[in-house]
């Protein structure tokens, strides 16, 4: 089974600042793809970047980018200059490239983002 | 530009009831996944549908059904509601049987009395 692991449950933010979301994942496979989802409290869930496992680059969009470790099998979402919009709840998700569970996304139990001015 | 569309927002339903959630994806996506998010929790992977066929399954029983139409709409069917049940349910939509990025709806919140 897939497993991926946010180990912070909560993280405090000034607005302007930058700040690191952990996300760590287990699997066997070699081709996979990483995902991380913003989740406001009205409930929908919104794609911010995806990281290819093969990526030799680590992806960035905007104000996010991700810190891709392959070999310690992390990928740590970065968000600069931090806006109060950004408090959320942050997901962690991945999914496999091939085989039988072909684009299922496996979540993490999420971190909660607070901004604050 | 159309994105995930979900309805109803909210339900209410009493324990033993049957329930049918819709969807309809983003324009020009053609691949349905439904998700279970419990209060507290990440999403949990019901099930996936791509040339109107299920094509995975996530660990569920038999009671979550789906359909896909030829639109590419889809629905969730729940039969003999638990109380357990009680949750937001995502569909999330992509283009072609792959690992694209997956787009989500608002969710339709369950309740069950």
């Known amino acids: 089974a897939q497993k991926i692991t946010q180990t912070q449950p909560g993280m405090f933010v000034q607005e302007k600042e930058a700040v690191t979301l952990d996300c760590t994942y287990d699997?066997?496979?070699?081709?996979?793809?990483l995902f991380w989802y913003k989740q406001p409290s009205s409930g929908e869930m919104i794609f911010l970047i995806y990281q290819g496992s093969y990526d030799e680059q680590n992806a960035t969009e905007g104000r996010y980018s991700l810190n891709f470790q392959k070999a310690r099998k992390s990928t740590n979402l970065v968000i600069s200059a931090s806006q109060l919009g950004d408090s959320a709840m942050y997901f962690c998700a991945m999914s496999h490239d091939r085989g039988s569970t072909l684009g299922r996304l496996y979540f993490g139990r999420g971190t909660q983002l607070t901004v604050w001015p | 530009d159309a994105g995930v569309t979900q309805s109803p927002t909210h339900l209410i339903k009493t324990r033993g009831q049957q329930v049918t959630l819709r969807c309809s994806p983003k324009?020009?996506?053609?691949?349905v996944s439904w998700y279970q998010q419990a209060l507290g929790q990440g999403p949990q992977f019901i099930f996936q549908?791509?040339?109107?066929?299920?094509?995975q399954r996530g660990n569920f029983p038999d009671r979550f059904s789906g359909h896909q139409f030829p639109n590419y709409s889809s629905e969730l069917n729940v039969n003999a509601l638990l109380l357990g049940d009680s949750a937001l349910y995502l569909c999330?939509?992509?283009?072609?049987?792959?690992?694209?990025?997956?787009?989500f709806g608002d969710g339709t919140r369950l309740s069950i009395l």
């Open positions: 324009s020009g996506h053609d691949t």
């Open positions: 699997t066997s496979d070699q081709s996979y793809g």
């Open positions: 549908y791509y040339e109107e066929e299920e094509r």
């Open positions: 999330a939509s992509s283009l072609g049987f792959s690992n694209q990025p997956q787009h």
